[in-house]
T-cell receptor
């Protein structure tokens, strides 16, 4: 069975400082992993994905994530936070077997302090 | 171009009433997903339509929930005899093509803004 855990429900950082949103997963197969962002009153937007190629994945808006199999982690990072990064972030795991096996984490709300 | 649209954006109903939620996918997208997002929770898969194939209904929580997709385009999610625990944001997503694993891969999903359902 698959699962995904986002370790922090809320993260607050100052503008210009690094961002770290943590995600751990469990999967019986080689998973695909994704990060989505949801701005208020907007639809979810794909930030980046890992599908067994390079373990360091670069996404949009300066975000990146590193797949660490030994730690079963896929943490999202950004070197310098911007006010526009304030949103809800979802980590997603998929084992590729069916549409119903795409599992979303519970989300991390990122707040940016001026 | 136009993205995925959902209507209504907000729906307040009384317990026991039926509700219909509508999703207009991006034109030409063959796959359509419904998800439910409860407060503080991740997205819960409900149902998936792919072309003319039988839908994957494995995520529907009870027989009060049903969905249809007419003409391979617009989809309606119906909840009968609503209960307070049905209160949530219902999200629709569409996808333009079938991936190499036989279903659209997650990165091609385009999400609508959702319908916020409140059952009093």
């Amino acid at each position: 069975a698959q699962s995904v855990t986002q370790l922090d429900s809320h993260v607050s950082v100052s503008e210009g400082t690094p961002v770290l949103l943590r995600c751990n997963y469990s999967s019986s197969y080689s998973p695909s992993l994704f990060w989505y962002v949801q701005h208020p009153n907007k639809g979810l937007q794909l930030l980046l994905k890992y599908t067994s190629a390079a373990t360091l994945v670069k996404g949009i808006n300066g975000f990146e994530a590193e797949f660490k199999k030994s730690e079963t982690s896929f943490h999202l990072t950004k070197p310098s936070a911007h006010m526009s990064d304030a949103a809800e972030y979802f980590c997603v795991v998929s084992d590729g077997s069916s549409a119903s096996k795409i599992i979303f984490g519970s989300g991390t709300r990122l707040s940016i302090r001026p | 171009g136009a993205g995925v649209s959902q209507s209504p954006s907000n729906k307040v109903t009384e317990k026991g009433k039926d509700v219909e939620l509508r999703c207009d996918p991006i034109s030409g997208h063959t796959a359509l997903y419904w998800y439910r997002q409860s407060l503080g929770q991740g997205l819960e898969f409900l149902i998936y339509f792919q072309g003319n194939s039988a839908p994957d209904k494995s995520g529907l929580p009870s027989d009060r929930f049903s969905a249809e997709r007419t003409g391979g385009s617009v989809s309606t999610l119906t909840i009968q005899r609503t209960q307070q625990e049905d209160s949530a944001v219902y999200l629709c997503a569409s996808s333009p093509l079938v991936g190499d694993r036989g279903y659209p891969s997650t990165d091609t999903q385009y999400f609508g803004p959702g319908t916020r359902l409140t059952v009093l």
